[in-house]
T-cell receptor, first 113, second 114 residues
Framework: QKEVEQNSGPLSVPEGAIASLNCTYS??????FFWYRQYSGKSPELIMS????GDKEDGRFTAQLNKASQYVSLLIRDSQPSDSATYLCAVNRGGGSNYKLTFGKGTLLTVNP | KAGVTQTPRYLIKTRGQQVTLSCSPI?????VSWYQQTPGQGLQFLFEYFSETQRNKGNFPGRFSGRQFSNSRSEMNVSTLELGDSALYLC?????????????FGEGSRLTVL
């Protein structure tokens, strides 16, 4: 089982729709979870972090974490063509000597005008 | 505030050569991590440095090495280059004494090995 798994996509949604991106992880001791966005030819940029079970909202973005089921999701409401990018899920075991940040391979999202 | 700066941005080497890549983190950031990104494997962790000490290391051969200087700038070196080392090498910095997943990435150094 891969440490962090994401559907590679592409996920295609119409403009204005909700895009739902999912991620599962295998290490039960994982403590913190992140979503990065990477535009084609660019480097990843952090868009959301979540540390406890439940939902965390930031503008059009909502991150959801369920540690019991070992999954993290990212919802993008009112999707825009500018949201078209690869979304990377990252999972961290902990800080200091326990630090191990593992990325999924990413889901390519295309928002159609 | 200047972002993470990586040099060189592009380079071409031949098999057997070595390469050194440089990374200047965001001012005040003390942790620097290096990642290799390829289409097939995605982002893979190479190593992380904090206060000039390698704190964590990924599953890469010993040909991959790095160091961090007292000003937090970091370098990574790849010796005896192989075709499979062709990739985008990303440096990321973060703030704080403990490693976090909140990373700020540089634009990367794209290495092509012929």
């Amino acid at each position: 089982q891969k440490e962090v798994e994401q559907n590679s996509g592409p996920l295609s949604v119409p403009e204005g729709a909700i895009a739902s991106l999912n991620c599962t992880y295998s290490d039960r001791v994982s403590q913190s979870f992140f979503w990065y966005r990477q535009y084609s030819g660019k480097s990843p940029e952090l868009i959301m972090s979540i540390y406890s079970n439940g939902d965390k909202e930031d503008g059009r973005f909502t991150a959801q974490l369920n540690k019991a089921s070992q999954y993290v999701s990212l919802l993008i409401r009112d999707s825009q063509p500018s949201d078209s990018a690869t979304y990377l899920c990252a999972v961290n075991r902990g800080g200091g000597s326990n630090y191990k940040l593992t990325f999924g391979k990413g889901t390519l999202l295309t928002v159609n005008p | 505030k200047a972002g993470v700066t990586q040099t060189p941005r592009y380079l071409i080497k031949t098999r057997g050569q070595q390469v050194t890549l440089s990374c200047s983190p965001i001012s005040g950031h003390r942790s620097v991590s290096w990642y290799q990104q390829t289409p097939g494997q995605g982002l893979q962790f190479l190593f992380e440095y904090f206060s000039e000490t390698q704190r964590n290391k990924g599953n890469f051969p010993g040909r991959f090495s790095g160091r961090q200087f007292s000003n937090s700038r970091s370098e990574m070196n790849v010796s005896t280059l192989e075709l499979g080392d062709s990739a985008l090498y990303l440096c990321a910095s973060s703030y704080g004494a403990q490693g976090t997943g909140e990373l700020f990435f540089g634009e990367g150094s794209r290495l092509t090995v012929l």
